[in-house]
């Protein structure tokens, strides 16, 4: 029996469990509901002034725009990073010290 056939062999029915396991769980919306707001908290919103809750409700400043993630610090690192290892990568892949026939 030749090396493809037995990894084929074991790999499939783990492959299966792998698939069946990920599909086969109950969706999110499947879960109980949370508890309903008890009366005393329903009592204590109920008793806040209009104003109170108008203030709550509204935000005083508008928030800033955000900044594109590759333009961030963070962001600037992750793409060097990335570049890095690319780089090394090609540079191990050419200069490989293993010389089997096999490769």
Same mark, same amino acid.
């Given at each position: 029996?030749?090396?493809?056939?037995?990894?084929?062999?074991?790999?499939?029915?783990?492959?299966?469990?792998?698939? #069946?396991?990920?599909?086969? !769980? &109950?969706?999110?919306?499947?879960?109980?509901? &949370?508890? &309903?707001?008890?009366? !005393?908290?329903?009592?204590?919103?109920?008793a806040l002034p209009h104003v109170a809750l108008a203030q709550v409700a509204?935000? !005083?400043?508008?928030?800033?725009?955000?900044?594109?993630?590759?333009?961030? #610090?963070? #962001?600037?690192?992750?793409?060097? /990073? /990335?570049? #890095? !290892?690319?780089?090394?990568?090609?540079?191990?892949?050419?200069?490989?010290?293993?010389?089997?026939?096999?490769?």
């Amino acid at each position: 029996m030749s090396g493809q056939r037995r990894t084929t062999r074991w790999l499939s029915p783990a492959l299966a469990l792998v698939i #069946g396991v990920t599909f086969g !769980a &109950p969706p999110a919306a499947a879960s109980p509901s &949370p508890r &309903p707001i008890t009366s !005393a908290a329903a009592a204590r919103v109920a008793a806040l002034p209009h104003v109170a809750l108008a203030q709550v409700a509204t935000p !005083a400043t508008a928030p800033a725009p955000d900044k594109p993630f590759l333009k961030t #610090g963070k #962001g600037v690192l992750a793409l060097a /990073l /990335l570049a #890095g !290892a690319l780089g090394y990568t090609a540079y191990s892949l050419s200069h490989d010290r293993v010389k089997s026939p096999l490769r």
